[in-house]
């Protein structure tokens, strides 16, 4: 295993149960993982306890992405307990089921609050934590997105819309954040037995389960294990990587 020795880990959602996947998986691997977390402090707390149980080490910090204060004000905190971040993996994210036909039942106060939550506030994240992120040999940045983002199906057309601008957003902080900083994204399929997975419309989880040539769809493991691999390599960047148990549709 590569180690994480001496790295900080910004995990945004890590109370959540992707999120709290990539949590353990890099504090397993030694980095010192902040746990982020909106208002699930229980949660996040249990996957701090559970990386510290292991020999790790973990703190908490609550983080509202939606303000830029509070942005400003947790990279702030970072630098003043931490003295760097190495790693910065965007994965909280904010979704509702609501099938691509219901148009009426996408609100303008839906769709902003998708928006700003899965695609505003990860640029917001990588801006205000670029000087960290450059410094000491520079860093990494993960965001997690989604296969909606790649082909239209998803929880939401907001969704969708949010995560397919979060795959080029990759992208482009790919070639501005570059060399010091490599940026990369997954983007997995339906995930079993998670709160996102729970949240989609019956039809589109279905309809995942149908087509993955696997037999099975996403699994957090594989979800936190590429984290690993990215942050741990020195030649890749710009790159979306799906994880979704082999669906036709975003084999692209």
């Known amino acids: 295993m590569a180690t994480l020795a001496n790295r900080v880990a910004l995990v945004t ?11 353990r998986r890099l504090g397993a691997a030694g980095a010192s993982v902040i746990v982020g977390y909106v208002g699930a402090v229980e949660s996040a707390e249990a996957t701090a306890a559970d990386i510290q149980q292991t020999g790790g080490q973990a703190t908490t910090v609550q983080l509202d992405q939606r303000d830029p204060d509070a942005i400003d004000n947790c990279l702030k905190q970072i630098r003043e307990t931490h003295g760097r971040l190495d790693i910065l993996v965007n994965n909280a ?29 990860p640029f917001l994240l990588a801006r205000t934590a670029a000087s960290l992120l450059k410094a000491d040999g520079g860093g990494h940045i993960v965001n997690i997105s989604s296969a909606g983002g790649i082909s239209p199906g998803s929880s939401s057309i907001a969704y969708s ?16 954040m570059a060399p010091e ?9 339906l ?31 594989d979800i936190a294990e590429q984290v690993h691999t990215f942050v741990t390599s020195e030649s890749v960047s710009g790159q979306v990587i799906v994880i979704d148990g082999g669906m036709p549709g975003a084999m692209r």
């Not at 609501?98 to 998708?114: E, G, K, Q």
């Not at 819309?161 to 501005?176: M, P």
Request: a negative charge.
């Open 181 to 189: 900083v490599q940026v990369n994204c997954i983007a997995p399929g």
């Open 161 to 176: 819309c949010s995560k397919a601008g979060l795959n080029h957003l990759t992208r482009c902080l790919a070639v501005a």
């Open 93 to 121: 994210a904010w979704n509702i089921g609501i099938p691509f036909p219901d148009l009426d039942a996408l609100s303008p106060d839906i769709w902003d609050r998708v928006l700003e939550t899965n695609l505003r506030a």
């Open 191 to 221: 995930v079993e037995d998670t709160r996102m997975a729970n949240r989609l419309p019956d039809a589109v989880a279905e309809g995942a389960r149908r087509q993955a040539v696997l037999g099975k769809v996403g699994q957090v493991e």
């Open 13 to 23: 959602g890590a109370s959540g149960d992707i999120g709290g996947g990539i949590a």
